[in-house]
């Protein structure tokens, strides 16, 4: 008889097999890579790199300046994730009602100049303020200056056979997060302002994450004091509830199995981040931190996606904890 230690013990060497291969190096290019070894040396085992000297050449690597962006854009509405504890998207433990919720930003809507102000000091905000859209926001919002990066990464674009699917472009300051997640994109992430800390997980480690089914909130302003506050909605959202800085090991003994890789990309530099690795991330950097990302779609003809689908189910076939994913698979990126 099969019991849960045996196939906890299955996942594990799995996890760890994988670790052992492949440790946690990461390759660092000094310059480009051309499509060829990008291909071969990075998008096909499906590992990070960091790239250095990418970007050069667009007038945004030294030209976004505060000065020049409110010149720029200044008087240009833009959308903000704003948070009372610099986590959007994330597993939050609402104390009134004593339970857990994937918690969503309230989305602000502010002049680019204003936001500016809320970065500089010279207006007080009591929430962790993130441009943060992932909707190909770099045309939408930001196009006065979109024509200062490039439209795509010309050595990603050809080993990958297709142009990007979004441009995000990414404004925020050291009390802003992203948490643990994954996405099904291959990912070029270019620092130009300050530093971005990556911490990174191989699909492999799936098992690790404890992913489980959170009933959805948001923060809402309060109409009175204008305080955001966790406001309970209908519908549920599979997420990662750990958070790598501080890690429960007595909630998520599971996450005892990751190796994290951790990676600083300083501004010039760009990431690699393979699709379905996971990922938090947080940043650094004394006048706002920017970045810009090309998002491509992930290939969907290799074993990887249908390796991590069946990964998936047989998980939440066999940990009772997690059975209620079945039920979501439709709002997970694996569908
Ligand atoms: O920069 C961030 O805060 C998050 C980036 C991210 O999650 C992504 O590019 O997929």
């Known amino acids: 008889m099969i019991d849960q230690k045996d196939i906890d013990n299955v996942f594990v060497n799995y996890v760890k097999e994988y670790q052992d291969i492949n440790g946690t190096y990461v390759q660092v290019y000094e310059k480009p890579p051309t499509a060829l070894e990008f291909l071969r040396d990075s998008v096909q085992p499906n590992r990070p790199a960091i790239i ?95 024509n200062d990066v490039d439209k795509d990464i010309n050595w990603c674009s050809e080993a990958l056979g297709k142009k990007p699917d ?66 309970p909605l209908d519908g549920t959202t599979p997420w990662i509830p750990v958070n790598p800085l501080y890690p429960d090991f007595t909630k998520f003994p599971r996450f005892s199995h990751a190796c994290p ?29 920017i970045a810009i990302n090309y998002w491509y779609d992930m290939h969907y003809s290799n074993m990887l996606y249908p390796t991590m689908a069946l990964y998936r189910r047989l998980l939440t076939g066999i940990m009772e904890e997690n059975r209620d994913l079945l039920d979501n698979e439709g709002d997970s990126d694996l569908e």
């Open 261 to 289: 890789i951790t990676v600083t990309i300083n501004e010039g530099e760009m990431l690699y981040l393979p699709a379905l690795w996971f990922h938090q991330v947080m940043q650094k950097g004394d006048e706002g931190v």
């Open 52 to 146: 250095k000297g990418g970007f050069d050449h667009w007038p945004a690597r030294t030209g976004w300046t505060n000065e020049y962006l409110r010149s720029a854009m200044g008087e240009t509405k833009v959308t903000v994730a704003a948070t009372p504890n610099g986590y959007a998207d994330a597993v939050t433990f609402d104390p009134i009602t004593k339970k857990e919720y994937f918690t969503m930003p309230h989305e602000d809507h502010m002049t680019f100049n204003t936001f500016l102000d809320i970065v500089e000091g010279k207006q007080v905000s009591e929430n962790a303020n993130y441009i943060s859209l992932q909707n190909g926001s770099l045309p939408v919002e930001y196009s006065a200056i979109e």
């Open 166 to 231: 979004a441009v995000n472009f990414w404004f925020g300051d050291d009390k802003s997060a992203t948490s643990l997640h994954k996405d099904p994109y291959e990912n070029c992430y270019a620092v130009i302002r300050g530093q971005k800390t990556f911490i990174l997980y191989p699909p492999t480690e799936y098992y690790c994450m404890h992913e489980s089914v959170y009933q959805n909130a948001i923060y809402k302003p309060d109409t009175t004091t204008n305080k955001l506050e966790l406001k």
